[in-house]
């Protein structure tokens, strides 16, 4: 598993073998904060392009036969797709409400969506809608997509 530092000792704890993010990045959590007060960071920490490029450093340290991304992480599901590898998209929450969100993105989030774009034509993938679901767009591109919530 690759992520943040605080998420080591459940990873660990869990059996998983963890290894952390290799930069730093554009939004971390901080206790007593709630996630509600940094929404606009928050999204466009998970929309841009950052944890694709931290996908991207993993898999050339690890060279995995498959990934299992976050169905939030929009910079690592579009390195999945350049990449080819087998990839598993996990849903943790309403996929429906991802699937039906329409009238683009809000706020930092549109300026990481066009980051997102950016990057995604430089690995020859044709760029995403800003204006459409994100989400319904970039799943497609993995193999297979399992949903861990409420139907």
Do not use: K, Y
Request: include cysteine.
């Amino acid at each position: 598993m690759v992520g943040s530092d605080t998420m080591a000792a459940r990873a660990e704890a869990a059996g998983v073998d963890f290894m952390p993010f290799a930069g730093p990045t554009s939004w971390t959590a901080r206790p007593g904060r709630a996630l509600e007060d940094e929404m606009d960071n928050f999204v466009a920490h998970l929309v841009g392009p950052e944890l694709g490029e931290e996908l991207l450093a993993a898999t050339n340290r690890l060279g995995p036969d498959v990934v299992v991304l976050d169905c939030m992480a929009g910079g690592a599901l579009s390195v999945a797709e350049h990449l080819g590898l087998p990839t598993v998209v996990l849903v943790h929450l309403r996929a429906r409400f991802h699937h039906e969100s329409r009238g683009g993105l809000p706020g930092a989030a549109r300026a990481a969506g066009e980051a997102l774009n950016r990057q995604r034509l430089s690995l020859g993938l044709r760029p995403v809608s800003l204006g459409e679901s994100l989400w319904a767009q970039l799943w497609p591109g993995a193999g297979q997509v399992f949903i861990a919530s409420l139907p």
